[in-house]
């Protein structure tokens, strides 16, 4: 029944934001929840605020733009800028990019100089004076590196290792280990002296491998995007597998809660300020749910494939509650 629920709103809501030729019209909203959402939309990337939804930053021939991280002022945007073609003026890669919101010129921060050199999932410190990305240079070589903004250094912060992300007050960041194997670990590294702590080093956790974890807005919990686990016969599959859902992690207690089951293809979130909500950006749907959840997930908008977000904002009770009616009454009305 939830699926069919699911399904309904997705669909209508495809017919009132998205609207004919698949073009979003200026001013209507894209995702009808408070706040600001940077997020992909075929190869552009667009901004969702007060004044509604527009273009943002359009990609040049032969690029996508993709992975927008909002900066914790809300001034300025890092994404990704992917090079999809091969030419006498360019190479297959990545690069990371910056721009003012307000402005938005594109501006190169790291940029990739071989053939097949990838950056990916920039995350900002708290502070808003670093990001944090993985940096593939080849040859199976993958780490998270730090680049200081003010004076463009570069720093590595970990050898083997993926899609981290940097908790509030900057001690901790928690990643992907062993990216390459096939079965990778959850880890937290404090910065202060390099220790670890590996999450479920038992391999108990059903959900696995795991992707882009992210800590709550207390640092209390880490949530993350994980598939059911299949034994893989060859590490070059990089430890994806199929559908994934969304979970949560709490350090102080140990307990793991699944919070969205969407299964979904490398669905992208992101977390409210206050923490109490997550927003995830899905193939079949844009779902919104609570955490811990209170409700299945339910779709609020339509999805994009391997479509990507970043937001800063917080949902209401009232809001909540508005979400929720207006996408059962929209469901119930197209039955």
């Avoid at 943002?56 to 992917?82: H, K, M, N, R």
Wanted: aromatic share 8%; net charge negative.
């Amino acid at each position: 029944m939830m699926r069919t629920v699911i399904a309904l709103a997705a669909v209508t809501l495809a017919v009132l934001v998205v609207g004919c030729g698949g073009a979003i019209e200026p001013a209507e909203r894209r995702i009808p929840a408070p706040g600001t959402f940077v997020f992909t939309s075929g190869v552009d990337l667009w901004i969702q605020d007060e004044n509604g939804a527009r273009l943002l930053l359009a990609a040049e021939q032969d690029q996508q733009l993709l992975q927008p991280a909002i900066s914790p002022d809300g001034t300025q945007v890092a994404y990704i800028v992917f090079q999809l073609t091969q030419s006498d003026d360019a190479t297959i890669g990545t690069d990371l990019a910056i721009a003012n919101i307000d402005d938005p010129r594109q501006q190169i921060l790291v940029q990739h100089s071989r053939q097949a050199e990838f950056v990916w999932t920039p995350r900002w410190t708290a502070d808003g004076e670093s990001l944090m990305f993985t940096h593939e240079p080849g040859s199976l070589m993958i780490r998270v590196v730090r680049l200081h903004l003010d004076r463009r250094e570069v720093e590595v912060l970990r050898e083997d290792a993926r899609d981290a992300d940097i908790s509030p007050d900057g001690s901790r960041i928690v990643f992907v280990n062993e990216p390459y194997g096939g079965d990778p670990h959850l880890v937290i590294r404090d910065l202060d002296d390099d220790t670890e702590q590996v999450l479920d080093p038992e391999r108990k956790w059903e959900p696995r491998p795991f992707r882009i974890p992210r800590f709550s807005a207390d640092g209390d919990s880490v949530v993350f995007a994980a598939g059911q686990f299949l034994p893989q016969a060859s590490g070059r599959a990089l430890g994806l597998n199929g559908p994934e859902d969304i979970w949560s992690f709490s350090l102080t207690t140990g307990e793991l809660i699944q919070l969205a089951a969407i299964g979904e293809d490398q669905p992208d979130f992101a977390v409210s300020d206050d923490g109490r909500h997550v927003l995830i950006f899905g193939a079949f749907g844009v779902y919104l749910v609570a955490n811990p959840p209170s409700d299945p997930p339910f779709a609020i908008a339509p999805g994009e494939f391997h479509g990507s977000l970043d937001w800063i904002g917080s949902v209401s009770e009232s809001e909540w509650e508005d979400v929720r009616n207006s996408v059962y009454d929209i469901a119930d009305s197209s039955q």
